[in-house]
C-alpha cells in the first residue's frame, strides 16, 4: 500500500498553532495549490487542502510561515470524522505533513510579508535539515534567487564531449 503527497503552495492564513491536553503541539494550515490547466476563462484555478502538522514541525511552521508563504508538503492523506454540535457527522480530508520545505528565502519574506524566514527545511523530528540566510557572511559561494548562475558572462564554456550525458 502506498499513501504519499507532495504539494507546494501558498499559505491560506497564518496557521493556527493549538496544543492538546497532553501539551503536544499541532499546527493546522491550509494550502492554495495551482492546477496545471486554465479554465475556459483562461484562468487558473487552485485547490486549498488543509495540511496538519505535529510536534517540533508544528512549532517552526507557526513561527517561521505566515499568509501567502511559498511552502512545499511532503505527507499522507488522512481521513477522520466526528459529530458536530448538532449531532451531524463531519468527515474530513487532510495532509498529515511529514516534511514541510519553506520556499522563500528570507529577503523575499520580509519584503512581501514581514517574516523573517529561510529557504529551510524541518523534518518531523523538527531539525533543520537544510537552508541559508542571505546576508550570513558564514555561507560561502550561495547564489541568489535573484542572480543567474547560468548567464553568459562573455567566456566561452569550456566543456569536455566527455562531461555531456548524450
Not at 503552495?9 to 499546527?27: E, I, M, Q, S
Not at 484555478?45 to 507557526?62: G, P, S
Not at 511532503?74 to 457527522?89: A, H
Amino acid at each position: 500500500m502506498m499513501n504519499r503527497v507532495v504539494l507546494v503552495g501558498r499559505l491560506t492564513k497564518d496557521p493556527d498553532l493549538r496544543y492538546t491536553p497532553n501539551g503536544v503541539p499541532v499546527a493546522n494550515f491550509t494550502l492554495a495549490v495551482n492546477r496545471t490547466f486554465t479554465n475556459q476563462q483562461g484562468e487558473r484555478e487552485a485547490d486549498f487542502i488543509f495540511c496538519v502538522a505535529w510536534r517540533r514541525q508544528a512549532e517552526n511552521i507557526a513561527n517561521y510561515l505566515k499568509k501567502g508563504s511559498l511552502a512545499g508538503v511532503d505527507g499522507r492523506l488522512q481521513t477522520r470524522s466526528y459529530d458536530d454540535q448538532d449531532g451531524k457527522r463531519v468527515y474530513i480530508t487532510e495532509v498529515v505533513a511529514d516534511n514541510v520545505q519553506f520556499l522563500e528565502p528570507r529577503s523575499a519574506a520580509s519584503q512581501d510579508r514581514g517574516g523573517d524566514f529561510g529557504g529551510s527545511s524541518f523534518d518531523g523530528s523538527g531539525q533543520r535539515s537544510q537552508g541559508s540566510s542571505y546576508g550570513d557572511q558564514r555561507n560561502q559561494g550561495y547564489t541568489r534567487t535573484d542572480e543567474d548562475p547560468f548567464s553568459n558572462d562573455g567566456q566561452p564554456i569550456d566543456i569536455s564531449d566527455d562531461d555531456l550525458p548524450f
